[in-house]
Nanobody
Framework: QVQLVESGGGSVQGGGSLSLSCAASGDSRNANCMAWFRQAPGKEREGVALLYTGSGSTSGGTTYYADSVKGRFTVSQGNAKNTIDLRMDSLKPEDTAVYYC???????????????????????????WGQGTQVTVSS
């Protein structure tokens, strides 16, 4: 039974910082594709930050970010296997959303598959999702 658990959400004033963590368990394989998504009320789900650690990835993992968070958010591997962190700095009210962690497991997952899932391409949906954690940024 695969499970993804997010933690670290909360409320913060604009300009502040929060750190989120996601722990994936229940599969003996590497979660070489892990990503953060968010969905604000009345808006579509969007990919926020991606970490790919599979074949051909750079040291520490290959990352991608939404333009809206680039330079402010940092995704990185956590201390334990199949965990990722998301450091969010210079938060803005428009960052308010439920943040979800998603993952794919296995060495067969290549960067193209991982990135396509991150960009919500049809047919490349991630199989595993967490329940989400609320991030609220006040003005």
């Amino acid at each position: 039974q695969v499970q993804l658990v997010e933690s670290g959400g909360g409320s913060v004033q604009g300009g502040g910082s929060l750190s989120l963590s996601c722990a994936a368990s229940g599969d003996s394989r590497n979660a070489n594709c892990m990503a953060w998504f968010r969905q604000a009320p009345g808006k579509e789900r969007e990919g926020v930050a991606l970490l790919y650690t599979g074949s051909g990835s750079t040291s520490g993992g290959t990352t991608y970010y939404a333009d809206s968070v680039k330079g402010r958010f940092t995704v990185s591997q956590g201390n334990a296997k199949n965990t990722i962190d998301l450091r969010m700095d210079s938060l803005k009210p428009e960052d308010t959303a439920v943040y979800y962690c998603a993952a794919e497991f296995g060495e067969e997952i290549i960067e193209y598959d991982c990135y396509s899932g991150f960009t919500l391409k049809l047919g490349y949906e991630y199989n595993y999702w967490g329940q989400g954690t609320q991030v609220t940024v006040s003005s």
